[in-house]
């Protein structure tokens, strides 16, 4: 669906269900963002999104004009936002630097992880750019999370949810004086995540194990942790994670996974080309060559489906993997 077809029918879906047209906002404008009170003279106009996440919400709330430069992309841009998204200069596709982030000139920063604004950032703590007089967001979900020493992502104790997205959208379309874009495209996806949760009847027998992606098939597998977004697109499509821990991204040996036995394997597609079993291709071929592993039942019985890795992160894309999915698993022989 393109932006354009979003935006519509939200607006629709907005007229139909009787919201009010939401107001301009009024400058200056001061929200509360991760236990922070940040204050907005104007709207921004040469901003810059740290993450996959905050820049294709600023471009579906139609910001390209406003966006100076994004960093941190884990998969290529949503096909219907590749041509607002062409005139965005992408610093890298890994984590920035400073300087780099410096030499845009932002006016505003908004980051989705906390490895990318937070007190143990590989780029910049919020304070940074406060000293600079740049005002920051940082996403609700990132700020959800417990942050453990030695493990950057942190842990949930309760399931995530889209609330905290729905939360981060109002609040951008707010700073940019855009909030009846934001209603649409929150209207949007309320309709998409109700229509999943309506087709998919609870099975307690379906459990997924998300495969983010590993350094080789020797190394510890980076995984979807069973209250992170993963977790949810489990809950939504009627089953569980079948890795049950707090940490958002867990890493677990062959043998525990072996042990955690799912029913389906997801097998996440990442475009970073960091490493080789970034593909998902090559996860399959492993998956399904290993002496040991390909005799595990998922495997034997053809149940893996592919996902954007961008999915596993807290975001828009959490839905559209979700959907991704929901589509293959109706040709699956599930339990």
Known sequence: MSKKAILALGSAVLA???VAVQAATDYPLTIENCGQSVTFSQAPQN???LGQNSAEIMLLLGLEDRMAATAFWPNAVLPELA???DGVEVLTVEFPTLESVLSKQPDFVAAMLTTLLG???KVASRSDFEELGIPTYLSPSACSTTLDAGDAYGSRDKLWNMD???KEIEDLS???DVTDRGQAVIADFKAREA???????RNEDLTFLFWFSSPSPADDAFLGGGNGP???IADLLGGSNAIQTEADWPALGWEGIIAADPTVFVATQVDRNRWDLDAAQNKIDFLTSDPTVSQMPAVRNGRIVVMSGAAMNPGIRTLYGAEQVAEQLKSLDLP
């Open 16 to 18: 139909v269900s009787g």
């Open 47 to 49: 901003a810059v999104a």
């Open 83 to 85: 041509e607002a998204n």
């Open 119 to 121: 007190a143990d950032s």
């Open 164 to 166: 905290l997205l729905y």
């Open 174 to 176: 707010r700073i940019f």
């Open 195 to 201: 229509a999943l949760r309506a087709e998919f009847a």
């Open 230 to 232: 993963s977790g949810y």
